[in-house]
């Protein structure tokens, strides 16, 4: 796994030994990503500049360096990712009578290039990738990223420069653009706690999106185009659904899961797992183990406070696996100590709390091994998460009552406080009982084209946000109304997830933490093909009982006793709201002091500091509201300097 970085413009005047600084510059931000090599390439006649850092694991030798030139001299690429059908693509080439001088699967990629095209040649690759390539002959700068979006890119448009990078933090380091906040982008955070694509905190820089290709050439403008679209794909596969027996699709999904786990284990480095004791960490060792000759290495997480710790899970499963098992417990201390590398890790304002054990996670792994796999997906795909069954049962219920019962039984519930709810449902094993219930009565009369926004919101952007400075801007995975052309609200909420959630939250916290860690990270149930099958399945053979992921368990159980896995999802949640009230109290007060946010101009200072304290009494539960807000000023303190409009 790499960095890149680099920029294209065809009026620059800056000498050649300018723009290798500027190269150099701008990739040394993104050390932690590729901390084996860097590599520069310059083209001083058009203002091209490139930049790659490699993290070794395919063709170690000086063969897979980057960035890399095609054998006709046409072509000059810079890559991030991994191929894992490159064995296959390299021999189709050769066929066609390309000669290859090393084996990594960078020259396979580019090869593929300029013998297919761009378009072509990505359409046929298996893996995570995002890369930058550069015609000499036409002129043109290609920036493409994966299906999924495993794997981050992010460009900026000014004029006749166009820039791009793996990081936020690489486009910072050019001196073309003075960044300003988009308080559009900063309403969508704090709303939702992270920013959907293609948005990101700063104006006129862009996430380059899933399943894209931008080309710019001389003169002319950014031109996209969608070379896979996971819309489509849902669409297609409700459409034209498979036959199969629950047996059947059972096998063909441990087929398809066992190809994509097998092709993520080629590595020339050490190589393991991550594994938390649930459904989908468990079904991906599982695999690993069954197709490896040498035991298995396993890494998991867990912390002291009851209610958060899954290791104890994980251990058994690794136990009855027969894996090489390690885990590390997270103090209060620990945490606190990771709060201030957060800004730096991630850029741009991100609240999702995993991303603190999931950096210590990878820390822990990298002490063993350079690559990890993990079950990252599963949900979104399987229909795993719990508001993919809630979504189902709100339906039925109003499919069955009158608004006005809804409108009643939303009050009645909202009259009582999570706190109070928690306590009336204390022998209930749901973590934030509260919450949830909350939850559910904001959303049992909702409209289709809001359900989901209001599933996953947070904060009213418009209450929390001083109004008027900031306006939100609405996402299309948010308010788009699938449910005109999808069978269920459940596959509605899981392309919902899979549009954004899973790219801008998941991946994203995943590929920073590990990156951070300088930890490649596989996610085998990405893999494009399990993805469309999982597609093309029914809502049955996800959802049973109540219980989602059915397929998937039925896959796992075959393998591993189903008693092992009989207890409420948990997630990978951490005790956030008790450390806010004692370990993290006084870091946080400082950042959200009344005086401060007024000062900075961005949160309604009495709506946070009414937050905070209704959290202290514990009359709420407002953790992660909080954190949205103290992950933006965290974040702040340390990228608001520079930049051009701070009010």
């Known amino acids: 796994m790499c960095g890149i970085a680099g920029q294209f413009d065809s009026l620059s005047s800056s000498s050649q030994e300018e723009l290798e600084v500027l190269a150099r510059h701008m990739g040394g931000t993104l050390g932690h990503r590729g901390p084996d090599d860097q590599g520069i390439w310059v083209d001083v006649n058009n203002g091209v500049a490139l930049c790659h850092q490699r993290l070794s694991i395919v063709d170690l030798s000086a063969n897979g360096h980057q960035p890399m030139v095609s054998h006709d001299s046409r072509y000059q690429i810079v890559y991030n990712g991994e191929i894992f059908n490159a064995k296959e693509l390299r021999q189709q080439l050769e066929e066609e009578g390309c000669s290859f001088i090393g084996y990594s699967d960078t020259e396979v990629l580019l090869e593929g290039c300029v013998a297919w095209g761009v378009e072509r040649a990505v359409k046929k690759l298996i893996g995570m990738f995002a890369f930058a390539i550069w015609d000499k002959k036409q002129q043109q700068l290609s920036l493409v990223r994966d299906r999924l979006g495993v794997k981050p890119l992010y460009w900026g448009y000014f004029g006749s420069l166009i820039m791009f990078g793996s990081e936020l933090k690489s486009l910072r380091a050019h001196t073309g653009w003075q960044p300003e906040i988009d308080t559009a982008a900063l309403a969508s955070y704090v709303q939702y706690g992270y920013i959907p694509a293609p948005m990101t905190i700063y104006k006129n820089i862009f996430k380059l999106e899933p399943g894209t290709i931008l080309q710019f050439s001389t003169g002319g403008i950014p031109e996209i185009s969608t070379y896979w679209s996971l819309s489509d794909v849902a669409i297609s596969g409700q459409k034209n659904q498979c036959s199969l027996t629950g047996n059947e699709a059972s096998l063909e999904l441990e087929t398809l899961l066992s190809d994509a786990v097998k092709r993520r284990m080629i590595s020339d480095v050490p190589l393991g797992a991550f594994l938390s004791g649930g459904i989908d960490s468990s079904v991906v060792t599982t695999l690993m183990q069954k197709n490896s000759m040498k035991t298995v290495r396993t890494f998991s997480i867990g912390f002291q406070e009851s209610g958060y710790n899954e290791a104890p899970y994980a251990s058994v499963v690794a136990k009855y696996l027969g894996t090489d098992h390690t885990e590390i417990y997270v103090t209060p201390s620990e945490a606190r100590d990771v709060i201030p590398e957060l800004p730096g890790i991630y850029d741009e304002p991100f609240a999702d709390a995993s991303q603190i054990p999931t950096y210590l996670l990878s820390k822990l792994t990298r002490e063993h091994v350079t690559v990890a796999l993990s079950g990252d997906g599963g949900d979104e795909l399987f229909a795993g998460y719990n508001r993919h069954i809630q979504s189902v049962k709100i339906s039925e219920v109003q499919q069955k009552f009158p608004s006005w019962v809804l409108d009643l039984a939303s009050k009645v519930i909202k009259s009582f406080s999570p706190n109070v709810l928690d306590k009336m449902f204390k022998l209930s094993q749901t973590p934030q009982m509260g919450e949830k219930l909350h939850k559910v009565a904001s959303l049992i009369n909702a409209n289709p084209e809001n359900f989901y ?148 101009g961005f949160f309604n200072p009495d709506i946070v500091w009414d937050s905070w304290k209704k959290h202290q009494s514990g009359k709420q539960n407002n953790q992660y509201r909080l954190w949205i807000i103290l992950m933006f000023q965290s974040w702040y303190e340390v990228w608001g300097s520079g930049l051009v409009e701070k009010r």
């Open 453 to 600: 926004s209001i599933l996953v919101s947070n904060w009213n952007a418009d209450e929390v946000l001083i109004r008027k400075q900031m306006k939100a801007n609405k996402a299309t995975a948010f308010d788009s109304d699938y449910s005109k052309i999808l069978k269920s609200r459940s596959a509605c909420m899981q392309l919902q997830d899979g549009l954004s959630y899973l790219p801008d939250d998941v991946l994203t916290k995943v590929d920073r933490a590990s990156m951070a860690a300088s930890l490649e990270v596989r996610v085998p149930m990405l893999d494009h093909r399990v993805v469309e099958f999982a597609w093309g399945l029914s809502d049955g053979l996800k959802i049973k009982n109540g219980q989602g992921k059915w397929v998937l368990k039925e896959l796992l159980y075959k393998h591993v006793p189903q008693k092992m896995f009989d207890r409420p999802k948990a997630g990978f949640a951490i005790p956030i709201g008790e450390w806010l009230r004692g370990p993290l109290k006084e870091w946080a007060e400082e950042l959200i002091n009344p005086e401060r946010l007024a000062r900075e």
